[in-house]
Nanobody, 114 residues
């Protein structure tokens, strides 16, 4: 089992920055990929960025050049979000993937005002 706790969401003006953090606990040694997803009101949850155990990263096109995902330790993953836009407003979820299961955090709200 893996437990995930996000922090760092909030309200920011367009053009501003936020940093999200996610702390994992439990059987973290089995985590292969960690990432961030988001869900805006009335929309499906979408992938934002992922980082694999070997450090390879993947981003959705809409955040490339603005967001950076990092995994400094085995049990933490961060998302640095710069040049935020109103369309980035959503609940952001941390995700951890093992060979057997997929785990989610409770989500943290990010609101970008115009």
């Amino acid at each position: 089992q893996v437990q995930l706790v996000e922090s760092g969401g909030g309200l920011v003006q367009a053009g501003g920055s936020l940093r999200l953090s996610c702390a994992a606990s439990g059987t973290i040694i089995f985590i292969n990929v960690m990432g961030w997803y988001r869900q805006a009101p009335g929309k499906q949850r979408e992938l934002v960025a992922t980082i694999a155990r070997d450090g390879s990263r993947n981003y959705v096109d809409s955040v490339k050049g603005r967001f950076t995902i990092s995994r400094d330790t085995l049990d933490t993953v961060a998302l640095q979000m710069n040049s935020l836009k109103p369309e980035d407003t959503a609940v952001y979820y941390c995700n951890a993937n093992t060979a057997r299961s997929n785990y989610w955090g409770q989500g943290t709200q990010v609101t970008v005002s115009s």
